[in-house]
């Protein structure tokens, strides 16, 4: 089974509109983290958020959230007020095992969601 | 800061040629490091994690091969290349020693087997 799915091979969103990005994922370690990545063309990946599977609220960073739902497995990233360089590919990863110092633990990365912001 | 640089940046090699990809990283010491490959349109695929010099663990089996000479250099090596092998090579690190710890990647060497 695929540990992260995201079924929005491709999104459109308007500028300074609030977009949400689908991730569900499939663990069954109690303890796990869970990453957002954005790729712009350039090919690089930049971390955007995490959220850990104990955390109490959602993660939040700026113009990203993370809507955390537990019980549905799912960790979705919502962008407000999207801007013309959000355009890019969005990964959503997965990490199982999220104990202290437990030195390299595996990153599960979803197919990704390519993401056009419309001026 | 810590830095990750990755070359080449990009690449075009024959079927059966050999492959060197290296990958360094300033600014932090004995750092987790990572090589993914991106296929076309694809998410990515984990090849070669390390946690420590001459330690290296192979997530697919594959004619790909990896090495870390030093604590802040790791290479990805090939002895003879297939057309397959072509793809997007993303080198990450990150430190273990917090509760987390989010991987940060490099640029990329986007690597043609023709």
């Known amino acids: 089974a695929q540990k992260i799915t995201q079924t929005q091979p491709g999104m459109f969103v308007q500028e300074k509109e609030a977009v949400t990005l689908d991730c569900t994922y499939d663990?069954?370690?109690?303890?796990?983290?869970l990453f957002w990545y954005k790729q712009p063309s350039s090919g690089e990946m930049i971390f955007l958020i995490y959220?850990?599977?104990?955390?109490?609220q959602n993660a939040t960073e700026g113009r990203y959230s993370l809507n955390f739902q537990k019980a549905r497995k799912s960790a979705n990233l919502v962008i407000s007020a999207s801007q013309l360089g959000d355009s890019a590919m969005y990964f959503c990863?997965?990490?199982?095992?999220?104990?202290f110092g437990t030195g390299a633990n595996n990153l599960f990365f979803g197919t990704g969601t390519r993401l056009t912001v419309i001026p | 800061s810590q830095t990750i640089h990755q070359w080449p940046a990009t690449l075009v090699q024959p079927v059966g040629s050999p492959l060197s990809l290296e990958c360094t990283v300033e600014?932090?010491?004995?750092?987790?490091l990572y090589w993914y490959r991106q296929a076309a349109g694809r998410g990515l695929q984990l090849l070669f994690y390390?946690?420590?010099?001459?330690?290296i663990s192979s997530e697919v089996p594959q004619n790909l091969s990896a090495s870390r000479p030093q604590d802040r250099q790791f290479i990805l090596s090939s002895k003879k290349l297939l057309l397959s092998d072509s793809g997007f090579y993303l080198c990450?690190?990150?430190?273990?020693?917090?509760?987390?710890?989010?991987?940060?990647f490099g640029p990329g060497t986007r690597l043609t087997v023709t």
């Open positions: 600014g932090t010491s004995n750092p987790n």
């Open positions: 663990t069954s370690d109690p303890s796990y983290g």
């Open positions: 390390s946690v420590g010099i001459g330690q």
């Open positions: 990863a997965m990490r199982e095992g999220m104990r």
């Open positions: 959220q850990g599977s104990y955390d109490q």
């Open positions: 990450a690190w990150s430190v273990g020693d917090r509760g987390f710890d989010e991987q940060y």
